[in-house]
C-alpha cells in the first residue's frame, strides 16, 4: 500500500539543526511531489514547503526562506527536510504528504509524523 | 502571502447538516483541499478541487465553492464526524501552500 515512513523523534539544543526523512513506498516516488508540514502542540498546521523528487526543485513559505532545505535521495525513494538555527518555537510535529499531481498543495498521503522538540 | 480564514468552531446535531467555511482571496483563483484531523493523527484528506472524494471518504462529506469562500459540508453528521477540519490552498502571489486556522467540529 502506499505510505510515507518518517524517521523518529529528535531532540535538539536552540541553534543545532534537524533533518526529518520521509520514506515512499507502494508508488513511483518521483512521480508525485512531497509537502512538509507541522504543527505545535495544540495548534493548526502549517505549511513549510515543497520539492519535486523528479527535479529536485523546491518551494518554501516565506517564513523559513533560508532555513529549510528540502532534498531527495531518488535510489532509496527518501525525502529530507532539514530545519537549521533551531529555535524553541520550532518544537512541532513534521509531517510529509505526498502531493497529488499537477496540484501539489492537494496531500492524499500523510506520513504519521515526526516530533521535534528543541530545548536547552 | 494569503491568508485563511476559518471559524474556531461549529457545532452539530447528530445526523443533521453541517457546513464549515474558509474564506481568503486565493480562492476566487485556485480551489481548496479540506483536511479531517482527529487527535493525536496525521490529517486525512476528504475533499480536493471542485468536488473530489478519495477512495475510502463517505459520500457525505462535499465541498463546494463561490467567490473568495470555500465551504465543506458534511450531511447527515456522524459522531466519528468530530474533529478539527483544515482548508488549504496555492498561494496566489506563488507556488505556495497555504492552510486555514482549522475549525473544531462537535457532533452533539
Known amino acids: 500500500q502506499v505510505q510515507l515512513v518518517q524517521s523518529g523523534a529528535e531532540v535538539k539544543k536552540p541553534g543545532a539543526s534537524v533533518k526529518v526523512s520521509c520514506k515512499a513506498s507502494g508508488y513511483t516516488f518521483t512521480s508525485y511531489d512531497i509537502n512538509w508540514v507541522r504543527q505545535a502542540t495544540g495548534q493548526g498546521l502549517e505549511w513549510m514547503g515543497w520539492m519535486n523528487p523528479n527535479s529536485g526543485n523546491t518551494g518554501y513559505a516565506q517564513k523559513f526562506q533560508g532555513r529549510v532545505t528540502m532534498t531527495r535521495n531518488t535510489s532509496i525513494s527518501t525525502a529530507y527536510m532539514e530545519l537549521s538555527s533551531l529555535r524553541s518555537e520550532d518544537t512541532a510535529v513534521y509531517y510529509c504528504a505526498r502531493g497529488l499531481v499537477p496540484y501539489y498543495y492537494y496531500m492524499d498521503v500523510w506520513g504519521k509524523g515526526t516530533t521535534v522538540t528543541v530545548s536547552s | 502571502s494569503s491568508e485563511l480564514t476559518q471559524d474556531p468552531a461549529v457545532s452539530v446535531a447528530l445526523g443533521q447538516t453541517v457546513r464549515i467555511t474558509c474564506q481568503g482571496d486565493?480562492?476566487?483563483?485556485?480551489?481548496a483541499s479540506w483536511y479531517q484531523q482527529k487527535p493525536g493523527q496525521a490529517p486525512v484528506l476528504v475533499i480536493y478541487g471542485k468536488n473530489n472524494r478519495p477512495s475510502g471518504i463517505p459520500d457525505r462529506f462535499s465541498g463546494s465553492s463561490s467567490g473568495n469562500t470555500a465551504s465543506l459540508t458534511i450531511t447527515g453528521a456522524q459522531a466519528e464526524d468530530e474533529a478539527d477540519y483544515y482548508c488549504?490552498?496555492?498561494?496566489?502571489?506563488?507556488?505556495?501552500?497555504?492552510f486555514g486556522g482549522g475549525t473544531k467540529l462537535t457532533v452533539l
Open positions: 486565493s480562492l476566487r483563483s485556485y480551489y
Open positions: 488549504n490552498s496555492r498561494d496566489s502571489s506563488g507556488p505556495r501552500g497555504v
